[in-house]
Structures are given as structure tokens and as C-alpha cells.
């Protein structure tokens, strides 16, 4: 594997100077993760909106597919370096700045005035109190729910557990299944897993998890399991959903068989697709114990300069233009999400107002699980969250192997 | 110069029509072969192997001998469970061969609506294992696939092979069957085409017929098909990957991973190429030990022939 590495790292820098003979002073290099249709388009639009502000930087964009981008970013950051990566905030960006691959840019935070307007998301950027990155988008979870069903049941939003509970039972009893979900992926499991534990332990002991300073086998995590074994043992979540994937898992709601779906933001336009989004709806994930505060998954996308781009003056100017509250308004909302820039107008549509308040009043807030944790971690942890769900009965045997590999991630013994 | 070239021109001109495929082999083949051994001996996360951390100690590179090896085969829960996998799809895998032959026989007759119907048995030899493996995914699919719809028209209960750790691996072998069996049955066709007619004859003179004329006459004969058809699924199901990637992620909770989906996934996703890179060595080593054997079977057949 590691020979494979490094061939292909002397093939990037092959590539390197070909390419290096062609940039002119003035250049800068965009590389991009957003693939999918509506986000390409989007990105593209504000990559032009910068250029056009800026007439002399010649702006060169190479764009990746989301999923290769993950393994190739780490060899362009070191091979190849272009003058903005795109990645996302969190443990994932640590792991970059931590190589020495991501440049300190807690200058534009200053000058741009970001520490104030974007404040909110100023700690996911941030390791030993220096900024590594710029935040352009982020959204929120939550439960999305059919309004129609709850409708003809009489069932209302529920704000707490047991009203939540109730919700879910009466669902039930009507021959829906209360909550669908597809774990062939595995990340859907643990975004229950977030909310159960911050709602139960709040955000600083799921924090202390993430970072390996606090124990699987800690019994505080036994009421997270307790109560989430509860809804499993009830029969609450769709059947099979260790075959599905988290898409696939959309269609019983389409069709009217489940009603809810914890998930992000960026699933609503499957409903727009399936021409039934008039009939959902969002709410927050309920409080289980009133003084814990009402942590939230965020996940948060940002811009980066490696450490070795060639062009750094431009890409500072590149990451200060996201102080422009409307060209930051445009870049987040036309991709469903919201612009972490507090100057924006706050959204109209439905569901990223609705985010946007809850966001705004949230206590703090979460990347999630596989972004806040070590990927070692997160790659041992998945796959028991999901064996969890369908065989809640392992739990002991599982949170003792989830430890072990904590201790060994973190090397603590 | 020239002319001591000239003078052994017989000697040296083959060495510089190998030199290219001999130089690509060594860059491609032998020397990540190499360093993927030298790298399972450290600990490495994949990033710049000489990065100095604040200590002026070497950050991301760090020999650890024979550890990530100890850790695999008596502290890794999950290798078991791999390396059993694996077997179950060496095992398994071997049906694809009578199989094939058994439709190669079939569709080896004379007559005029096999050229119509031959192609169909092509078929799913010609669809890439990424297809193969997203139709199967969908035939399983609990509630919507066709399976389900067969087993309710039954009256059976229908049953998510995908999602029980008990059957996930049998249904993804099953899928695998789907293009290998094609494969071993073209290759039987050609086979059956060279099958010596003469000694046929000579075999109904003496008085065989049916299953003693196919076990004494054909089948020695296909043996060379036999060889080929045996490596190419033994390796294919060995790598097994794709398909485990594409249709369970390793899922149930890693109840279907195989060695060289384990591999991949602590190499690339949990950032330890060293021990992605034991589970390599390790892999490399199972099919070494295999191909060897088969190889000196081999050989020893056709001494014994001779």
C-alpha cells in the first residue's frame, strides 16, 4: 500500500511541474470536493463572484469527487498543494494541522472581522487558540417527520422524551414504523448516538469521548444505552436497516410507512424530488433531562490554505470574501445550508429558517461522531453503534471493545 | 563500444526488449511488494514519512517490529472473523468450477438455437463486479427487492440476507457465483473446442461411453482449462473485494469483511497504512502458499504423465 503511496505521489509530482510551467503570478488554485450537481453549480458561482470582484487573480478550480477527495486531499496536501482546499472543521482539519500541512490564518479572522460574525463556529476552527480555517457553510440535524401522518393521528411535535415516547407509540400502534433509518453506511447510527449522549451527558463528557478522555465503559453512558435500547426493544426503528443505506432508508417515509428520520439538512431535497415535500416537516431533537444543555450536531464545511500553496496572498483575499454577507448568504443557502456569517440575512426557506433558530439558540455545538473523533476511533465505533442497534443485548461485550480501541487510539492505558 | 555490441548482439538485444515491461514490473510489482513489507514493521499514518515532530523525533514513522503483526493475530477480534470469511469464499468458490463445466457441456451441443441461446450465458460475464454487485443489492433489498417479493408470493417469510451476520457472506458468494461461473464456463468452451476427436474415436472403440468416456477421455483433456479456471476464481475470491465493498461496507458490523476489505479500510479510513500494510503481507502470504501448491500439483501431474 505505502509503495502504491508513493508512486502516485511522484506521479502528482510529475504533474507538478508540467503544470507549474504554465501558472503565472496571479494564479490561484482552487481544489474542490463539491460533485454533486447543485453544489458544483453553486461553488462555481462563487468562485466567479470572487473572480469578478478581483480581476487580476486568474482563478484555476480542479474539481474531485466528494468521496476520492477524502484519500487524494492527503497526498495533495503534500505532493501537490493548490492555494485553497475545501474539508471540514473539527477533528478532521486537526489532523492536518497537527502535519503541519494547514496554514494559520487567524490574520483574515482579524482583519475580516470574523471573530465577531462568525463567533458561532469559531471553535471548530480553532487548535490552541489559532484559526487553520474559514467556515462557509454548515446545517443542522434533527428529526424529519411526515406532517400529514402526525396530522391524521392528532400527534403534535413532541418537546420531551416521554412526549416523544408517546409519539413514537401511538405511530406504532397505527401500524407506522415510527423511525426509519439506513446503517449500511454506518454514520446514521452514530448520529443518534450523538444526540442520545448529549441530551443525557451533555456536550463537555461527549466532547471528553470524543477526545478519548473519557471511558465506552464510563457508567454514565449506561442511561444513553438504557434509554436507546428502550426504543430499539419497542420495535421503533425500521427493520433491516443494517441492508439499507442511509437513501434507501428515505423511501418508507416517502411512501408513508415510517414517519421520522434524524438526519441532516441536506436530505430535504430527496423530498422536493419526490414531489412530497409540503408534506414534512422538522423539529429539534426533544430534551430528555431539563439542565442539560441543547448541544447540536453542526457539521461545518470551511476553506483551508495548505501550508506549502504557492499563491497566499490571493487565497487570503479568497477567504476574506466570504465577509461579503450576500455572496456568503448565496454560497449556503444554495446548497441548503446556512452561512455561519451572522451579517447574512437570515434564510426564508422553511427548513433552514427553522434550522437557523435552532442553531442560533443551540448550547453548543457538535461536527459529528466522525468528525469529532479519531478516524481509528470512529472506524471501530460505527460498526458497534450499528451492532448495537440491531443486537442490543452485546452492548457489554461491545462498549468493552470500544474501549480497547480508545485506549489504544489515545494510548492511554 | 559498438562493436563489442555488435559482436554479442544474439546475447544482448533480448535484454532490451525486456528492459521496459522488466523495469514497469519492478516499479509497479516488485518494489510496492517490498515496501509494502517494510512499511508493516512501523507505524505510519500515510503522511510525509520524514515530518520531525517537536522533539526532533520522526512523527508519522516509527519501527515497531513485529507489533502490528502480534496485534493482528492475538489482540484483533475482527481477524478471525476475516480470515474465516476469506475461507468461506476459497471453499465456496471452488463449485464455481463443475458448475461452469456442467454449462459449458450443455451449451457445447450442435445445435442451431445454442448460437441464440449461448450469449445470454455470456451475459453477466461482460457486466462489471461494481454492477453485478448493485443489482444483487437490490434483488436482496428488504421490502422492495425481488427476493422479498418472491419469498411473500410463497407465502415464506421473507428474509434481509444482507443484514443477518449469519448469512450476509453466503449472499454476497452468491452474488460472486453470478459473472465467475460464466467465466469458467467460456473457458471450458474453448476447451471443449480443442478436445482431440481422434482420441474421442479411439475412446468408442474401446468401448467408453457417458460418464467413463467424459471422466477418462474429455476431462484429461481440459485439464489446462481446469488450471486456469481454478486460479482465476481462487484469486478473484481471495480479493473478494469489491463486491463486499460495494454491497455491505463489511456490515453487519463487520460480520462480512474480508482480509483485503480490512485492509483497505485501516489503510485508507483509520489512517494505519502499517498495519493495513501487515493485513497485506499477510494476504500475500495465504495466496503464495496457495498458488505454490497448486503449482507443484501441477508439475507433479505432468511428470507423472511423462
Same mark, same amino acid.
Given at each position: ?16 511541474? @508540467? ?15 463539491? +460533485? ?44 501537490? $498543494? ?12 486537526? @489532523? ?26 469559531? =471553535?471548530?476552527?480553532?487548535?490552541? =487558540? !489559532? ?22 393521528? =392528532? ?63 464510563? $457508567? ?16 421503533? @426503528? ?44 422538522? @423539529? ?6 431539563? =439542565? ?14 495548505? +501550508? ?31 452561512? $455561519?456569517?451572522?451579517?447574512? !440575512? ?13 442553531? +442560533? ?13 479519531? $478516524? ?30 480508545? !485506549? ?6 | ?43 505510519? #499514518?500515510?503522511?510525509? &514519512?520524514?515530518?520531525?515532530? %517537536? ?12 507489533? #502490528? ?14 480470515? %474465516?470469511? #476469506?475461507?468461506?469464499? *476459497?471453499? *465456496?468458490?471452488? *463449485? ?6 456442467? %454449462? ?21 460475464? /461482460?457486466? #462489471?463486479?461494481?454492477? /453485478? ?66 482420441? /474421442?474415436?479411439?475412446? &468408442? ?32 475470491? %481471495? &480479493?473478494?473485494?469489491?463486491? /463486499? ?51 507443484? &500439483? ?9
Amino acid at each position: 500500500m505505502g509503495g502504491k503511496m508513493k508512486i502516485f505521489s511522484f506521479v502528482v509530482v510529475l504533474t507538478t511541474l @508540467f503544470t507549474s510551467f504554465v501558472s503565472l503570478a496571479g494564479t490561484l488554485v482552487i481544489n474542490s470536493n463539491q +460533485s454533486d450537481p447543485r453544489a458544483n453549480e453553486v461553488m462555481h458561482a462563487y468562485i466567479k463572484a470572487f473572480d469578478e470582484a478581483h480581476p487580476d487573480i486568474n482563478v484555476v478550480v480542479n474539481d474531485f469527487d466528494t468521496e476520492e477527495y477524502k484519500v487524494a486531499i492527503r497526498n495533495f496536501l503534500q505532493a501537490d $498543494p493548490p492555494d485553497i482546499a475545501i474539508w471540514f472543521a473539527g477533528n478532521r482539519m486537526k @489532523f492536518f494541522v497537527d502535519q503541519g500541512l494547514f496554514e494559520d490564518v487567524s490574520d483574515v479572522w482579524e482583519s475580516a472581522g470574523f471573530n465577531d460574525s462568525m463567533s458561532a463556529t469559531k =471553535g471548530a476552527l480553532t487548535v490552541d =487558540g !489559532k484559526q487553520y480555517g474559514v467556515p462557509y457553510g454548515y446545517y443542522q440535524w434533527g428529526v424529519y417527520y411526515r406532517k400529514d401522518i402526525f396530522d391524521d393521528l =392528532g400527534l403534535n411535535e413532541p418537546r420531551n422524551w416521554e412526549e416523544f415516547k408517546w409519539v413514537c407509540a401511538m405511530l406504532k400502534k397505527n401500524g407506522v414504523t415510527p423511525v426509519t433509518i439506513g446503517t449500511r453506511y454506518l454514520w446514521t447510527a452514530a448520529g443518534w448516538f450523538d444526540y442520545m449522549n448529549m441530551r443525557v451527558n451533555g456536550y463537555q463528557f461527549h466532547m471528553d469521548l470524543m477526545n478519548g478522555d473519557a471511558s465506552y465503559e464510563d $457508567p454514565r453512558l449506561d442511561d444513553v444505552f438504557d434509554k436507546w435500547a428502550e426504543l430499539l426493544n419497542a420495535g421503533y @426503528f425500521l427493520e433491516n436497516h443494517a441492508a439499507l443505506s442511509w437513501q434507501e432508508a428515505i423511501t418508507p417515509m416517502i411512501n408513508g410507512e415510517a414517519a421520522m428520520y434524524l438526519m441532516g439538512n441536506f436530505m430535504v431535497p430527496f423530498f422536493e424530488d419526490a414531489g412530497m415535500v409540503d408534506k414534512v416537516d422538522y @423539529f429539534q431533537f426533544p430534551r430528555i433531562y431539563k =439542565g442539560v444543555g441543547m448541544a447540536e450536531d453542526a457539521p461545518t464545511d470551511t476553506f483551508h490554505i495548505p +501550508s506549502g500553496a504557492k499563491n497566499k496572498e490571493d487565497a487570503r483575499k479568497f477567504l476574506a470574501f466570504l465577509a461579503n454577507p450576500e455572496e456568503a448568504f448565496k454560497l449556503a443557502s444554495g446548497n441548503g445550508v446556512l452561512t $455561519p456569517n451572522g451579517n447574512a !440575512k437570515a434564510p426564508s426557506d422553511r427548513f433552514q429558517a427553522q434550522g437557523f433558530k435552532v442553531l +442560533s439558540s443551540a448550547s453548543d455545538i457538535a461536527q459529528f461522531y466522525d468528525r469529532d473523533t479519531h $478516524p481509528d476511533m470512529h472506524a471501530d465505533g460505527m460498526p458497534g453503534l450499528q451492532e448495537f442497534m440491531v443486537k442490543p443485548n452485546r452492548i457489554g461485550a461491545i462498549r468493552s471493545r470500544l474501549d480497547k480501541t480508545r !485506549k489504544r487510539v489515545f494510548s492511554k492505558n | 563500444m559498438i562493436k563489442y555490441l555488435k559482436k554479442n548482439q544474439i546475447k544482448i538485444a533480448p535484454f532490451f526488449f525486456l528492459a521496459p515491461s522488466i523495469i514497469l514490473f519492478v516499479l509497479y510489482v516488485i518494489y510496492p511488494i517490498i515496501d509494502s513489507i517494510w512499511v508493516s514493521f512501523h507505524s505510519w #499514518n500515510g503522511m510525509d &514519512r520524514g515530518l520531525l515532530g %517537536l522533539s526532533g523525533e520522526l512523527k508519522n514513522w516509527k519501527w515497531v517490529g513485529l507489533d #502490528n503483526y502480534k496485534e493482528l493475530i492475538f489482540d484483533d477480534y475482527t481477524f478471525p472473523i476475516n480470515l %474465516l470469511n #476469506n475461507l468461506k469464499w *476459497l471453499v *465456496l468458490s471452488l *463449485l464455481v468450477i463443475p458448475i461452469g463445466l456442467g %454449462l459449458a457441456i450443455f451449451l457445447n451441443q450442435n445445435i442451431r438455437e445454442m448460437k441464440f441461446i449461448k450469449p445470454l450465458f455470456f451475459f453477466p460475464f /461482460v457486466i #462489471n463486479l461494481v454492477v /453485478v454487485s448493485l443489482i444483487f443489492t437490490w434483488f436482496y433489498m428488504p421490502k422492495y427487492g425481488i427476493l422479498d417479493l418472491i419469498f411473500r408470493f410463497f407465502g415464506l417469510e421473507p428474509i434481509a440476507f444482507l443484514a443477518e451476520e449469519t448469512l450476509a457472506t453466503y449472499a454476497i458468494i452468491f452474488a460472486f457465483f453470478w459473472p465467475a461461473i460464466a467465466y469458467t464456463m467460456i473457458i471450458y468452451l474453448t476447451g471443449l473446442t480443442n478436445v482431440n476427436t481422434e482420441v /474421442v474415436e479411439a475412446g &468408442r472403440i474401446d468401448g467408453a461411453s457417458g460418464i467413463s468416456m467424459f471422466w477418462n477421455v474429455i476431462l484429461p483433456q481440459l485439464r489446462p482449462a481446469t488450471f486456469i479456471a481454478t486460479v482465476v476464481t481462487v484469486v478473484g475470491a %481471495l &480479493r473478494s473485494f469489491d463486491m /463486499v465493498a460495494i454491497m455491505t461496507k463489511g456490515g453487519p458490523w463487520g460480520s462480512t469483511s474480508v482480509l483485503a476489505y480490512k485492509m483497505y479500510e485501516e489503510a485508507l479510513f483509520s489512517y494505519r497504512m502499517g498495519y493495513g500494510s501487515a493485513i497485506a503481507t499477510i494476504l500475500f502470504l495465504i495466496m503464495d502458499i496457495y498458488i505454490v501448491w497448486f503449482l507443484y &500439483r501441477l508439475f507433479q501431474n505432468e511428470k507423472s504423465e511423462k
